[in-house]
């Protein structure tokens, strides 16, 4: 009894399926943050939102570049209510925790 043959067009390589995978997964993780980043004037103070961007989203955590170690200090105080405020907009608990790393801060005109 003899298996039948399949031809390669009927399978896609590896590689192929968790390309697509990882492209569709990083596409909704940056129209999650493109949102954040949109809405992050509005959330804080001129000074401090001048000074921070949110550069990066995964699962739940956001990371956020800030300008100084004192943008960083002030943030941290303020991280519950930015956490809620974001959740308000996105969803309850699309963010759980923010990480904060000091850098360069581009506009949000520069993404």
Known sequence: ??????????FSHISDVLSALVGQLRRESHSDLSRIQQIWQSILDPVLAENSRPAALKNDVLLVHVASSTVTQQMRFLTPGVIEQINRVMGEGRIRRIHYKIGTVSSSADS
């Open 1 to 10: 009894m003899s298996r039948p043959r399949y031809r390669n067009e009927q």
